[in-house]
């Protein structure tokens, strides 16, 4: 049972009771994604931008082998400063669960964790998708099979061209995952408002978006959906400059033979460093705008 396992915070707990509309948010981006205090204080001010927008956030992550549906300030100061939490994805929920462990959950497990929870939509930062050179590495990240499964709305800036974006945007396509852009027509990424790529589908409000999602799973069409809304203009980065620090950080990862689960981590955290702290006020950018599109859309999917 599945029950058991699920902690909701009593702000979650109240907003379920209210059928209130409730956003899930991850925190390997908090744990694995920015550096002390950033990671806290964005948490924070995500969380707030969701409440300002009139629904309820509910940060996902495992604490002692508990799926925490809605942490405390302690929980997220805990996963923002602690060495023992571990990034966890699908494969990685058992073992955390059953050792009671520590683990930030990355999309992939804080869709199940949402979907265990009923929550429909999640707002996040970028999804993980096909790695370059994934035709010999086999590097997809488990973030996209979700979405081939798991029924939740992702609300994103799009990928990181550390990624293989057109390679992502197949896979997802293989998969019958709606590739939905939030006032765009182009496939956003992360940094920048543009890639070589489309979307699918436009739409224009948090109804539109809502309506496409609703019918999906009317339809009885399980799976999740990417709502890919673009950073906001003035702290979008230059496409031409952040192309060259991920060649970089790309080449730095091959010589230093990084894999497996090592080996987003280890990029972003090279893009960090190569772009001396601007890559990081994007992130915080992006990740309030996708905040307030995602309440949005929660709101009207309660309509
Ligand atoms: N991309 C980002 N920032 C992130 C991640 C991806 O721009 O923080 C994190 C997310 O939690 C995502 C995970 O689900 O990395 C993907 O990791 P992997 O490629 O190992 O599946
Ligand atoms: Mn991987």
């Known amino acids: 049972m599945v029950k058991s396992w699920l902690e909701y915070s009593i702000e979650v707990l109240e907003a379920k009771k209210l059928k209130k509309p409730i956003v899930a948010l991850e925190s390997t981006i908090i744990a694995h994604g920015m550096p002390y205090p950033q990671n806290v204080e964005t948490a924070k001010e995500v969380e707030n931008i969701i409440r300002e927008n009139g629904a309820v956030p509910a940060t996902i992550a495992i604490i002692n082998g508990k799926i925490k549906i809605g942490l405390s300030n302690e929980e997220l100061q805990f996963l923002a400063t602690s060495e023992n939490v571990q990034k966890a994805s699908r494969r990685d929920l058992p073992y955390l669960v059953a050792t009671k462990k520590n683990g930030a959950t990355t999309v992939a497990s804080t869709m199940i964790c949402a979907q265990m929870a009923n929550i429909e939509v999640f ?29 939740v709305a992702v609300v994103c800036a799009g ?145």
């Open 123 to 151: 707002v996040t930062g970028g999804i993980g998708g096909v790695h370059r050179g994934a035709e010999k590495t086999m590097d997809i990240s488990a973030d996209l099979q979700e979405l081939a499964r798991t029924n």
């Open 159 to 303: 990928a990181k061209s550390i990624l293989d974006l057109g390679l992502t945007l197949e896979y997802l396509e293989t998969h019958g995952v709606p590739v939905v852009g939030y006032e765009t027509n182009i496939f956003p990424a992360f940094f920048t408002r543009k890639s070589p790529f489309h979307v699918n589908y436009r739409v224009n409000s948090p109804e539109e978006a809502a309506e496409i999602i609703r019918t999906k799973w009317d339809l009885g069409l399980n799976g999740g959906l990417v709502i890919a809304n673009p950073i906001p203009e003035k702290d979008a980065l230059n496409e031409a400059f952040m192309n060259s620090i991920i060649e970089e950080a790309l080449k730095q990862a091959k010589e230093n033979h990084i894999t497996g689960k090592e080996v987003t981590p280890f990029l972003l955290s090279k893009v960090k460093e190569l772009t001396n702290g601007s890559s990081l006020n994007a992130n915080i950018s992006l990740i309030k705008h996708n905040a307030e599109i995602g309440a949005k859309i929660a709101i009207s999917l309660k309509k």
